[in-house]
């Protein structure tokens, strides 16, 4: 993702006097037969880091395809594979793939969740030269997401949703230049021009680097201003569920990220971010984003929101 700038100032009224942990509340409804299992959801992140570097054109991405493939095909109801020959500004061509595991897909009325599974071919923040022509091992930036989804599909394959459900794992979101985007954002600009039938779902919502050991998700600006009942609906969720230390509402960063894709194709989506990753965000985009870096309790925060989002309707 690309920042455009962040929000310093917080607004006089967010969330004074809470802990950056967040409350206690909500945690009770993990791990339970229809609930998020954080634990579970970690082992997804274990499994995906066994794959080595996730990148386009790599063994471990191919790898990791498979795998989440029949992770899904064992979950959902029906499973779409999206195929993309993706042509780069060199002039060569990426195959990409997204995958579109749907719940109760016959019903109109639908919930999207996305993330992206690919990670970041260089360290391009990295401060030693040396380490930006290493790939991003990518535990947050790319598991992390895919870890709540697939927890996600644990509970709705426990406990069918009351409306439709789409969870959607692009590719490509993180192979190129962010000063030019043609070679960023590729599986999500791909799904935003080829919708299902039946779209635009009541809302959508990317999760992206949500965990962080030290997790606080302020509100993203762009997904406040394209799609703000959408950040009520999920905040107004997580306060509910006692984790308002953590779903915060103090102005975030600017980002240029999957949401702003799908947002520009009429669907009303969020980015669930967590962009203060290490002191002064210094393992994103290195070799730091390692598994040491993330935990159980941070991904159950966020899958007992994303699951409570949806058994809301």
Not at 61 to 75: G, I, N, Q, S, V
Not at 230 to 255: D, H, I, M, Q, S
Request: hydrophobic share 45%.
């Amino acid at each position: 993702m690309r920042v455009l700038t962040v929000a310093l100032l917080a607004a006089a009224t967010a969330c004074q006097g809470q802990a950056r942990g967040g409350g206690a509340g909500g945690g009770g409804r993990g791990g339970g037969r229809a609930g998020f299992d954080g634990q579970r959801a970690f082992g997804y992140i274990q499994a995906q880091m066994a794959f080595g570097p996730r990148i386009p054109g790599a063994r471990g991405h191919e790898e990791t395809a498979d795998w989440l493939l029949a992770r899904l095909r064992e979950r959902a109801d029906t499973v779409i594979v999206q195929d993309i020959a993706h042509r780069l500004h060199n002039g060569t061509t990426l195959h990409l793939r997204n995958f579109l595991a749907r719940f109760k897909p016959a019903a109109a009325e639908r919930v999207l969740y996305l993330a992206h599974w690919d990670t970041r071919p260089i360290s391009d923040q990295a401060r030693a030269p040396a380490d930006r022509r290493r790939p991003v091992p990518g535990a947050n930036d790319g598991a992390s997401g895919v870890a709540v989804l697939l927890g996600a599909a644990d509970a709705l394959k426990a406990q069918p949703p009351r409306v439709g459900v789409d969870l959607l794992f692009v590719d490509g979101e993180d192979y190129g230049d962010f000063a030019d985007t043609s070679d960023v954002l590729i599986g999500a600009r791909w799904f935003a021009a080829h919708q299902p039938a039946g779209y635009p779902p009541l809302l959508a919502v990317l999760f992206d680097m949500v965990g962080d050991s030290g997790l606080r998700i302020a509100v993203e600006q762009n997904s406040l201003a394209g799609a703000p009942e959408v950040v009520e609906r999920v905040w107004r969720t997580a306060e509910e569920l006692g984790y308002g230390g953590v779903f915060v509402r103090t102005p975030g960063p600017v980002l240029t990220d999957d949401h702003v894709a799908l947002q520009r194709a009429g669907i009303h989506t969020i980015d669930v971010v967590d962009f203060d990753y290490g002191p002064g965000n210094s393992w994103w985009h290195t070799p730091e984003d390692t598994i040491d870096k993330v935990s159980a309790r941070s991904l159950q925060i966020v899958g007992d929101v994303a699951v409570a989002v949806i058994r809301s309707f």
